[in-house]
């Protein structure tokens, strides 16, 4: 799980008003009009704007302190849904995708596709557009996209259907899951498991290299016959 009080530059037990300020002063430092053309500072600001949708919000950074163990109590919002915020979803779906890239990408795809699906139900998509929380919202939005590359294309149909019904106030959704439609899918085993191919050809560099040593070993044979 992302640190996002080291990514503010503040302590876990820091008052609000010092993530506010942290918040200003680095989301001037990266802003993209800033920094135009600079990949990594617009990852970097990115990150600072999810840290700061979590850690602003006073019910959303206690779910975030208690899921990391720093709280031991939990408050929750309260909502008389009944329903998990939109940041419990947000926080649901990160610990999956944490969970696919610490084991190496090596998940069984059905059963990740299974608990997306569920996740990605249209009661809860419903519930989560009348939450209004549009930057959560879309932060869920990109963690799925991330774990959707571990699934077969079939499945994947499947799931950005059920993202394109949250993604309504995404601006840049369309562009984004267009360029991972280019995307060659990855092989799976029969297990699920993503599949290394080992059988590629010979980059050229290797052939000219065990090609010298050939003329080499004749050259020598050559001059000592």
Do not use: W
């Amino acid at each position: 799980m992302k640190d996002y009080y080291n990514i503010l530059g503040v302590a876990p037990d820091c008052p609000q008003a010092d993530i506010k300020k942290a918040y200003r002063q680095l989301a001037l430092q990266h802003h993209p009009d800033k920094n135009q053309g600079n990949k990594n500072s617009e990852e970097h600001f990115k990150l600072i704007a999810e840290a700061y949708v979590i850690l602003s919000d006073p019910a959303a950074r206690n779910e975030y302190d208690y899921s990391r163990g720093v709280k031991s109590t939990y408050r929750g919002r309260g909502n008389t849904s009944g329903k998990p915020s939109p940041i419990q979803y947000l926080l649901q779906i990160k610990a999956i995708k944490n969970r696919v890239l610490t084991n190496g990408g090596h998940v069984k795809q059905g059963e990740l596709y299974t608990i997306i699906f569920n996740l990605l139900s249209d009661d809860n998509i419903t519930h989560l557009l009348a939450e209004r929380d549009i930057t959560t919202n879309n932060l869920i939005v990109d963690e799925v996209l991330t774990c959707c590359i571990f699934l077969n294309a079939d499945t994947k149909e499947k799931v950005y259907e059920k993202l394109k019904k949250l993604a309504v106030h995404y601006s840049g959704f369309g562009a984004k899951l267009a360029a991972l439609e280019k995307q060659p899918d990855q092989p799976l085993s029969p297990e699920g498991k993503t599949v290394t191919h080992t059988d590629s050809p010979l980059p050229l560099t290797t052939k000219l290299v065990f090609l010298v040593f050939v003329l080499l070993f004749i050259l020598i044979l050559v001059v000592y016959k």
